[in-house]
């Protein structure tokens, strides 16, 4: 019987030898010194905006996204990298997080394949929505003009690259609790 003990207390023996120097082995190779390669932090495209800009407009080409309206909607869907939340011949959806409490919805209206209106919604934090409508205010006043203010709705009157008129208009209409913003850009009819 003393016999049966030895011989269980042996292979218990080996089995924690063999744990601890493997958590040893462990412990030694994961503590190199070896520099870990770090990925350099992107370049913002809006340097000196709120970081949602990025995400939101995108490029400085075109009003967001690259677009100008009266584009066609194969280029129009060319510029998104997403595939689209609801889509029909005349209309397309996006949506996009922007962090872990933002996000945005975009959405394209076209009439004969061209661009006609595009609508964003953008839903975050209710401060976060604030510094969101201030930096778009402050983006598109230096882009094209300064707006002017109707019933509470910021309008910006601007001309593209074929210098045809048409309109951005921003709207605060957040609640208590959630920061939404409403963006419209569209030609007058």
Known sequence: MALAITGKMKKIS???SSVAFAGFCLLVFSCSNE???EIPAKEPVFSGFHFSLDSIIRVKEG????FELGDSAKAVKAYEPGKPEEEDSDYVLYSYPIDSVSRYTIAYTFAKDTLE???IQISSSIDAGTEILN?????????????LLDKGIYVF?????????FKISL??????ETGIINMLVYREK
């Open 35 to 37: 520099p870990k390669e």
């Open 117 to 119: 209106e595009a609508e």
């Open 14 to 16: 080996v089995i924690t």
């Open 171 to 176: 709207t605060d209409n957040s609640t208590s």
């Open 63 to 66: 009003v967001v996204h690259g």
């Open 157 to 165: 009157n601007c001309y593209d690259g074929n210098k045809r008129n």
């Open 135 to 147: 930096n778009l205010k402050k983006y598109y006043s230096g882009k094209y003009t300064a707006p």
